[in-house]
Nanobody
Framework: QVQVVESGGGLVQGGGSLRLSCAPS????????MGWYRQASGEQRESVAI???????NYVGSVKGRFTISRDNAKNTLYLQMNSLKPEDTAVYYC??????????????WGQGTQVTVSS
């Protein structure tokens, strides 16, 4: 059974910073891409930042230059450093892990979500 646990959300003033973390537990043969998504109230979930197993990153335009995604492959941990936060960054943030198992099957797992609230 694979679980994805997130941490690091909270309430911060505009211009502040937060760091999110995410780590899957369970027997996984290989972790491929990992990413952060967010869903604001009344909106659809959107991709915020993705990082491949080789470290290639991709960001949604609204966070470029402010957010940094990184991963520690030895610890199977994903991070999102969020700086210069704006009220429009307020959302529930979800971690996604693309896991591969022996035999070749692949499954995407999601964390439970962590609330990020930015006050103006």
């Amino acid at each position: 059974q694979v679980q994805v646990v997130e941490s690091g959300g909270g309430l911060v003033q505009g211009g502040g910073s937060l760091r999110l973390s995410c780590a899957p537990s369970g027997s996984i043969f290989r972790i491929n891409a990992m990413g952060w998504y967010r869903q604001a109230s009344g909106e659809q979930r959107e991709s915020v930042a993705i990082i491949t197993s080789g470290g290639i990153t991709n960001y949604v335009g609204s966070v470029k230059g402010r957010f940094t995604i990184s991963r520690d492959n030895a610890k199977n941990t994903l991070y999102l450093q969020m700086n210069s936060l704006k009220p429009e960054d307020t959302a529930v943030y979800y971690c996604a892990v693309d896991a591969e198992f022996r035999g070749g099957s692949r499954v995407r797992y999601w964390g439970q979500g962590t609330q990020v609230t930015v006050s103006s």
